[in-house]
């Protein structure tokens, strides 16, 4: 699947994170995670307001770019389809806290669109992934770059999949579960190694 207003969301996509790296032991450039996520929406649909979404899907959280710049440039239906997906980062009096993050995140899936649904499933589905295979052999350094509650992370990444589950009829429901599944067994060694550490 490819057009022009794929073309001109790639662009913007690449300008906009053009400073940011992923996380782990190499700088790979924040946009990789873009392209995998809309790489994969494409398997499951020729949409192409689904595709532009993925690849702008983290620019209201990550850069500067706003709401209205975002319609203005792709359309009233994709800026509906990244707000839809944009974890909100505070409310009207705080910052809000990773889980508070992931709380919202999760109340916000259960009022998204099916299309929406499908690119939340497809980002998800490229970090899970990603942090599976970045962190497999090496647990200490997953809880260094990933500091927190492991109980929380689970039962967070757990209510976000609820939701996806419950809304989504799409196909990548099934690969969704499945990198889930290969996720949660991956928190629940990291948990063992720590509690091993721990005892010494």
Same mark, same amino acid.
């Given at each position: ?28 450039? *924040? ?33 500067? *770019? ?16 990244v707000e839809s997906i944009s974890e909100p980062q505070s409310d009207s009096f705080n910052k809000l806290s990773w889980k508070e993050q992931k709380q919202q995140y999760a ?31 090496? !647990? ?37 579960? !499945? ?17 091993? !550490?721990?005892?010494?």
């Amino acid at each position: 699947m490819y057009s022009y207003r794929i073309e001109q969301a790639l662009r913007a996509a690449t300008i906009l994170h053009k400073n940011q790296v992923r996380k782990g032991s190499v700088p790979i450039p *924040y946009v990789s995670h873009l392209m995998a996520v809309a790489m994969i929406v494409s398997d499951y649909t020729k949409d192409e307001e689904c595709i532009i979404a993925s690849l702008l899907h983290d620019t209201l959280e990550d850069t500067d *770019y706003t709401a209205q710049e975002l319609e203005d440039d792709f359309g009233g239906t994709v800026r509906e389809l990244v707000e839809s997906i944009s974890e909100p980062q505070s409310d009207s009096f705080n910052k809000l806290s990773w889980k508070e993050q992931k709380q919202q995140y999760a109340k916000q899936l259960k009022k998204a669109t099916e299309k929406a649904l499908i690119v939340a499933a497809a980002d998800k589905i490229h970090n899970m992934r990603s942090m599976v295979e970045e962190y497999f052999d090496d !647990h200490s350094r997953f809880l260094a770059d990933f500091p927190g509650s492991l109980e929380d992370r689970l039962m967070m990444y757990q209510e976000i999949s609820n939701a996806i589950n419950r809304g989504a009829k799409n196909d990548i429901i099934q690969e969704f579960n !499945h990198v889930f599944e290969e996720y949660k067994n991956f928190l629940i060694n990291v948990k063992r190694t720590k509690e091993r !550490h721990e005892e010494f």
